[in-house]
């Protein structure tokens, strides 16, 4: 049963500080099973607990999280966890199955961000420009060979947001990956094998430095 946490307004009422609103989308489809997979979960986790060691990054970092294998299945809302806390959420072990709807994922990823920056509107919170961090192999399904072709859907907006400085894409390659896919969407491409997480965030904290 996947669990969906809804918003907390309480949360966002009590924590003052701006806010970067975060979805990690995760491919957990088939062509992930083995060595993948197990990345996957290791990098997924070490990202979160990147953010989570640093007291800056914990209370300014929103987190959700959604997986596409098979279907698209929200895993963590923003302002998911006890208290609205996202750290609070124990993250699952995630398996490979089914087929890679990659175009929809990055779609529904936009959406979730998109509604979230309307959260904040409506209780007066800063954020800054939303991040999307796709983890995956780089196949998708739902590409050239499908109709429609989300994966050109997703890559139009996407390119759109990254070009107008409306969103930060961090394409994080689970090798040996294809990439090809994953060019379109005008986001940063790194393998995970050799990432920092941590210098990820180090604009963030020179920005709380300065005040």
């Known amino acids: 049963m996947v669990m969906q946490l809804q918003i907390d307004d309480m949360e966002l ?9 975060i979805c990690i989308a ?7 099973d083995g ?16 953010i989570f060691e640093d007291e800056i990054t914990r209370y300014s970092a929103d ?14 809302d923003f302002g998911g966890g006890k208290g609205g806390y996202w750290w609070h959420f124990k993250l699952p072990k995630f398996l490979a199955r089914g087929g890679t709807p990659m175009g929809e994922a990055v779609l529904e990823a936009l959406d979730m961000l998109e509604d979230r920056k309307k959260q904040y509107q409506k209780n007066a919170v ?12 780089g196949a998708a399904t739902d590409g ?17 947001l990254v070009k107008n400085k409306k969103l930060t894409l961090f394409s994080i390659i689970i090798e040996p990956g294809t990439p090809d ?4 969407f005008c986001g940063k ?6 990432v920092k997480f941590e210098e990820f965030f180090v604009w963030l904290r020179k920005k709380k430095g300065d005040k």
Not at 126 to 137: E, G, R, S
Request: proline content about 6%; glycine content about 6%; hydrophobic content about 40%.
């Open 144 to 160: 050239e060979h499908a109709l429609p072709n989300k994966v050109a859907m997703a890559a139009e907006k996407t390119c759109d």
């Open 26 to 32: 995760l491919n957990t489809s088939g062509s992930m």
């Open 189 to 194: 491409l790194a393998p995970l094998d050799g």
């Open 63 to 76: 987190i959700a999280i959604l997986t596409f294998g098979g279907t698209v299945e929200k895993v963590l």
């Open 13 to 21: 009422a009590n924590n003052p500080n701006t806010r970067i609103p």
């Open 126 to 137: 800063t954020y800054w420009q939303p991040w999307l961090v796709l983890m995956t192999d």
């Open 35 to 50: 060595k993948k997979i197990d990345e996957l979960n290791r990098g997924v986790n070490i990202f979160l607990k990147t």
């Open 181 to 184: 896919e994953l060019e379109k």
